[in-house]
C-alpha cells in the first residue's frame, strides 16, 4: 500500500538538503569519478590481431565428414585419417618440435553425415551459405552426441571436389572461420573456430587452413589485382602459394609428388607470429631465433637455415620506420635450404646451390593479402624462384648485397655452406640526429625513457638525447604529481598522461627520426582511481551531510521554542483525513504536489571468411 506520510518524508529531506548544499552534490560526483578507473573512459587503440599468442603443445581439433543428398563422398575414414597424420608430422617439424594437432574423426563409420541443403546450394560460396555450411556441419556432430566444447578447432571435410582445384562455381571453395559462435541450446554457446576441405584435398590444403585456425592470415593477393603473377611471396610460404608445392608442371599422378603433397613450411614472419622463434633481441653471440639490428649499429651474423631445430640465429629484422597507426616497417631475412621433409621441394632454380638468403618488406598497416610482406626479388624480372640472395651458377648472375641507401641499410653475403650464411649488416651510415621530449607543464624530474635509456626531466621540463636516424621507441612517466604554488598534492588530483602534441595517444609511442625531432607530452589533472581518494572524498561528504542536517535540525527546533515563547501551540498535522462519506481513499491534507513536496510521476520502468587461394592463382 502506498502510504503519503513516509514519501512525503523522505522525499521532502532528499529535496531540502540537495538543495541546501550544492557542495554536497559535488563531492558526489567527485566520489564517484574517484571510483572510476581512468583506463575505462581512456580513448583504446584498437588491437591489431598480431602477434598472436604462442601457440604450443597439442592442438585438440574434430574433423566432422559431412556429404550432401546430390553428392556422397568417396573417400573412406581411414583415408582422412591418413592425410591428417601427414598434416600432424608436417606442423611437428614446422615447430621445431613444439605444436601438434591432436585430431578425432567423426563419424568414424563408413557413413557421413548428410546435411540438410545440396552441395549445389553451399557452393555459391557466399558469406550467408559459407556460415550455413559451418553451422549444419556442427549441428550435424553435435546431434550425434560429440561434445564440441572439448575441441579447441573444427575442420569440416565434405564430399566433392574443392573449388580452388577444379575452379567449378558449383564445388565448395576451402575457407576457415575465426571464433564461430555455434548454439548448444536457448541460452549457451560455444566458439569454435571451423575450417572446410574437401575429401580431395592434398595435405596443402588441410595445413594452409589449420594456419587459419592457428589465426594466421593469407599472404597471397587476395584482390587477385596487386600482384596476380607472383602474388606476393611466390611458392615459399604455405600461407601464400606454398601450399600447392611441389608446383612443377608435372602430371598427377606420375613419377613426382602431386601438387600440394609437399607444401612449403611457414616463413619467419608467421614463426614470429605463432611464437615459434623469439624476436626483440640483439645481435650477440648467444642470440637464438630472431636478433634485431638497430640503427647505427652493425652486426657479423651466422644466419641458421630455418628448417631445422637451432639454437643460433635463424632470422635478422631490420626495423626501418614507424608508421602513422603506430605499426611499423621493417625488413626480414631468413636463409632457407632444401633440408628436411617439406622445404627439400622449395622452388629453388636449378641455378642454385639448394639454399640461399629471402629478405621481406614488412609493412604491417597494409591490410593481409594486400602486400602487407613481399619478397624482394635478388633477380627483378619473371617469377619468384629466383627471389634468394647469394651464390649461384651461370646464367644467374650472384648477388651477395642488398641495399637501401635512403635508410642506411646494407647486406652483404659473406660466406656460405649447405646450413648456414654468414651475413654483415652494416647500418653505422644512418647519421646522428637530436630527440627532444618535453614535459608539459614543464615539470622537473619526470621520467623519460628513450630506446630503454631512462632519463628525468631537467629543470626546464626536457630530455635531450642524440639518436640515429631511424625508428626509436619513447615513453614519459604516466602520471607526475600536481602542486599548487609550492605545495603537492599527494591524495585525489594527479597530471596524468593525456596525448602528444603531434595527435598521438599511446604511451610508450614509437616515432621515426628522419630529422632534428621534438615532442611534447600532455598532461591533464585528473581525479586518481585510489581507494584513499574514495574514503577521503565520502569522509568529507559524510562530514558536510552532517553539518548540514545538524543546522536544520537546530534551526526547526529554535522556531518551534520562538513560536511557543509568543504563546502559539504546535500540534501534530494530520498526514491524511477521512472522507465524510466513509470512503477509504485518502485525501491530502494540503496540496502536496503544488507546494513541490511530491515527485511527479516518473515511470520506472555473422563473420569474415579466409578462402584457399587457388593452385594456379586466385
Not at 572439448?150 to 564430399?159: N, S, W
Amino acid at each position: 500500500m502506498f502510504r503519503p506520510v513516509r514519501f512525503e518524508g523522505r522525499w521532502t529531506v532528499f529535496s531540502r538538503v540537495s538543495r541546501a548544499s550544492l557542495v554536497t552534490a559535488i563531492l558526489v560526483c567527485v566520489t564517484i569519478l574517484s571510483l572510476v578507473p581512468l583506463s575505462s573512459v581512456a580513448p583504446k587503440k584498437l588491437p591489431i590481431g598480431l602477434p598472436l599468442a604462442a601457440v604450443n603443445g597439442p592442438q585438440r581439433t574434430i574433423f566432422i565428414l559431412v556429404k550432401f543428398s546430390d553428392q556422397s563422398n568417396t573417400t573412406k575414414p581411414s583415408q582422412v585419417a591418413s592425410t591428417l597424420a601427414t598434416m600432424n608430422n608436417y606442423y611437428y617439424e614446422d615447430s621445431y618440435g613444439t605444436t601438434s594437432f591432436q585430431t578425432s574423426i567423426s563419424p568414424m563409420g563408413p557413413g557421413w553425415y548428410t546435411l540438410p541443403s545440396p552441395m549445389s546450394y553451399y557452393g555459391t560460396d557466399t558469406a550467408s551459405t559459407d556460415n550455413q555450411l559451418v553451422d549444419d556441419g556442427l549441428r550435424a556432430a553435435f546431434n550425434s552426441g560429440v561434445d564440441l566444447s572439448q575441441f579447441k578447432f573444427a575442420t569440416l571435410v565434405h564430399a566433392g571436389n574443392d573449388e580452388a582445384m577444379t575452379h567449378l562455381a558449383s564445388d565448395i571453395h576451402s575457407f576457415t572461420i575465426q571464433g564461430y559462435v555455434f548454439s548448444t541450446g536457448p541460452l549457451t554457446s560455444i566458439k569454435i573456430s571451423t575450417s572446410v576441405v574437401s575429401e580431395s584435398d592434398p595435405v596443402g590444403v588441410y595445413a594452409h587452413e589449420s594456419g587459419h585456425l592457428l589465426g594466421l592470415p593469407d599472404l597471397y593477393d587476395v584482390t587477385g589485382r596487386i600482384d596476380p603473377t607472383n602474388n606476393f611471396l611466390g611458392y615459399w610460404e604455405i600461407m601464400a602459394l606454398g601450399e600447392w608445392n611441389p608446383n612443377n608442371g608435372l602430371p598427377c599422378p606420375g613419377t613426382s609428388p602431386c601438387p600440394g603433397t609437399y607444401p612449403a613450411l611457414h616463413s619467419s614472419w608467421s614463426k614470429m607470429q605463432l611464437g615459434w622463434l623469439a624476436s626483440g633481441q640483439s645481435c650477440s653471440a648467444t642470440t637464438s631465433g630472431i636478433c634485431t639490428v638497430q640503427s647505427g649499429t652493425a652486426a657479423n651474423i651466422t644466419l641458421q637455415n630455418l628448417e631445422q631445430p637451432t639454437s643460433g640465429v635463424q632470422a635478422l629484422k631490420i626495423p626501418i620506420a614507424f608508421n602513422k597507426d603506430g605499426t611499423m616497417t621493417y625488413y626480414l631475412l631468413e636463409m632457407r635450404a632444401k633440408l628436411g621433409t617439406y622445404d627439400r621441394y622449395l622452388p629453388f632454380p636449378t641455378t642454385y646451390p639448394d639454399a640461399g638468403v629471402l629478405i621481406y618488406d614488412v609493412n604491417e598497416s597494409i591490410p593481409a593479402g594486400h602486400g602487407s610482406i613481399r619478397l624482394i626479388d635478388a633477380h627483378p624480372g619473371g617469377g619468384l624462384d629466383d627471389a634468394p640472395f647469394g651464390p649461384c651458377f651461370s646464367p644467374c648472375a650472384s648477388e651477395n648485397t642488398f641495399a637501401d641507401q635512403p635508410n642506411y641499410v646494407k647486406v652483404i653475403i659473406t660466406s656460405t655452406s649447405p646450413t648456414a650464411y654468414s651475413i654483415t649488416v652494416d647500418r653505422t651510415a644512418a647519421p646522428a640526429l637530436l630527440l627532444q621530449i618535453n614535459t608539459s607543464p614543464g615539470s622537473t624530474g619526470v621520467l623519460v625513457s628513450i630506446d630503454g635509456v631512462n632519463k628525468t626531466s631537467d629543470s626546464t621540463g626536457q630530455v635531450r638525447m642524440p639518436v640515429r636516424y631511424g625508428p626509436h621507441t619513447i615513453y614519459v612517466q604516466s602520471r607526475i604529481p600536481l602542486t599548487v604554488g609550492s605545495a603537492t598534492v599527494t591524495v585525489g588530483l594527479a597530471n596524468a598522461f593525456a596525448s602528444w602534441d603531434d595527435g598521438a595517444t599511446t604511451n610508450p609511442r614509437g616515432v621515426s627520426v628522419v630529422k632534428d625531432t621534438f615532442l611534447t607530452a600532455i598532461y591533464r589533472v585528473t581525479v586518481e582511481p585510489s581507494i584513499p581518494t574514495a574514503l577521503v572524498a565520502f569522509g568529507i561528504f559524510g562530514v558536510i551531510l552532517t553539518a548540514v542536517l545538524l543546522h536544520r535540525h537546530r534551526s526547526r527546533r529554535g522556531k518551534a521554542n520562538l513560536a511557543m515563547s509568543q504563546g502559539q501551540v504546535i500540534s501534530p498535522v494530520p498526514s491524511v483525513i477521512t472522507m465524510p462519506t466513509g470512503s477509504s481513499r485518502p485525501i491530502p491534507q494540503r496540496d502536496l504536489d503544488k507546494e513541490g513536496l511530491l515527485p511527479g510521476n516518473d515511470s520506472f520502468a555473422r563473420q569474415s571468411v579466409d578462402h584457399t587461394q587457388s593452385a594456379d592463382g586466385p
